[in-house]
């Protein structure tokens, strides 16, 4: 049995076929055939280099076989999924979203638990951002996903607004009620929010949650050890609704829309425009781009300044099968989840986030994305929408049609009640 050498893929990518660490290798004589189910079949640059990356470690001869199958559609995809796990014909990977997804998958014994790959590669997984929870369950130990994607929230702003107006980068909440006020006596919408589209204030409750209770705060609230209308929820509430009233907004919030909210920033009518990773792409192409700078959501406490809205989407986790196939799938997994993975993906996109730590490329990427990735740098954990950690289902369009009413009259205890009156409901 020999140790399978590394391969050098497009880029300098590099890509150790099998690590050391007593793993059985594969032999001379035999390759290992392994199948991946993905959703990268469209002509996207991730999917094209994902592709070629397969390509390449086909080519090398070296013992191992990549049989992919992608699906971009997310529905056909799924049910393809969900057909092979039916009739117990698995891949060896598959892309998923974790959580409740795939749990009945780990409670029945059929995925690898990727934790032990995972500290046997400390360079990979210190690599990574702290995205590891929707792969993680109390009650099942180990890790059963590794992060394929990423978003965070942050809140980007105009520069030359700011030197104009002779404001600073708020650090926190009441830097930024400053800011606000500094930037409402000059003429401008300090951070316009389109609350047409519910989930824009829902945004900004998630943030104001993470900044004030953690990820510890989502866990009470799902677990329904805080509740939506304790003292604590109810006065982030009465925060959006008095950043309303104030104008921080803008003026008549449920009648703009997310869309409208971009316009108003990019046409210079806002200063500020919270949003997530993927507004970076639009900000760069816009005729402020290199206005366009991010900073943190502001802090609520300094135990939680480092706790952000955000999250991995899709990740990879590995059917457990034996142990010369389960190698070769963590290997084809470190390969396409490593940072120079990640940084080839930034340079072919020209921009994007993504799970692992990398220095992006200047030359190519744009300087909104260097700047988002500045900004989220120092983070310690994030969530994504606190809703969707609930058992409850409803529990994301409730709150966030509760919260609407924040701007069209109801009181922060209309809207707990609101809150309050579903989960009893649902008792």
């Keep these: 049995m020999k140790k399978l050498s590394i391969l050098l893929f497009a880029l300098v990518l590099p890509v150790v076929l099998f690590a050391a660490g007593g793993q059985e290798t594969v032999s001379e004589d035999e390759d290992v055939s392994i199948r991946v189910l993905s959703r990268w079949s469209d002509e996207m640059p991730t999917s094209i280099y994902f592709r070629e990356v397969i390509e390449e470690i086909n080519s090398a001869d070296n013992g191992i076989i990549i049989e992919g199958e992608h699906i971009n559609d997310e529905a056909s995809y799924l049910d393809k999924l969900r057909t092979q796990f039916a009739i117990g014909e698995y891949p060896n990977v598959f892309y998923e979203y974790g959580g409740s997804r795939i749990v009945d998958y780990v409670e029945s014994g059929l995925l690898m638990d990727l934790q032990p790959a995972l500290d046997a590669d400390p360079a990979w997984r210190d690599s990574y951002l702290p995205l590891f929870d929707k792969w993680q369950y109390d009650q099942f130990p180990g890790t059963f996903g590794i992060p394929a994607e990423f978003y965070a929230v942050t809140i980007f702003y105009n520069e030359e607004i700011f030197n104009k107006v002779g404001v600073s980068v708020p650090s926190t909440l009441g830097e930024f009620e400053m800011v606000c006020d500094k930037l409402l006596a000059a003429g401008y919408v300090p951070l316009a929010l389109g609350e047409k589209d519910v989930w824009r204030a829902g945004h900004f409750l998630n943030n104001l949650v993470m900044k004030s209770f953690g990820s510890q705060g989502v866990k009470d609230l799902a677990d329904r050890n805080m509740s939506y209308d304790d003292p604590k929820m109810v006065a982030l509430y009465t925060k959006i609704q008095e950043y309303f009233e104030k104008g921080y907004f803008g003026k008549d919030a449920v009648t703009v829309d997310y869309n409208m909210e971009q316009a108003m920033f990019q046409n210079e ?126 529990m994301l369009d409730t709150c966030r049609t509760a919260l609407q009413g924040l701007f069209i009259g109801k009181t922060p205890s209309d809207t707990a009640a609101q809150i309050m009156a579903e989960i009893k409901a649902n008792e």
């Excluded at 990773?277 to 609520?300: D, L, Q």
């Excluded at 986030?353 to 992006?360: D, L, T």
């Excluded at 990427?365 to 929408?385: C, G, K, L, Q, Y």
């Design 269 to 394: 009518e806002s200063a500020m425009h919270m949003d997530g990773s993927w507004y970076c792409g639009n900000a760069a192409k816009s005729e402020i781009a290199t206005k366009i700078k991010a900073f943190p959501f502001p802090a609520v406490n300094n135990a939680n300044a480092n706790s952000f809205q955000g999250g991995a989407g899709g990740g990879w986790s590995i059917v457990d099968t034996d142990e010369r196939h389960n190698a070769a799938a963590v290997e084809f997994v470190k390969t396409v989840s490593n940072p120079d993975f990640f940084k080839v993906l930034q340079i072919r996109n020209k921009g994007g986030v993504y799970p692992a730590v990398f220095k992006s490329d200047a030359s190519v990427v744009d300087t909104v994305t260097i700047s988002h990735a500045a900004a989220i740098a120092n983070a310690s954990e994030f969530r994504d929408d606190i809703q969707t950690y609930d058992n409850l289902s409803s």
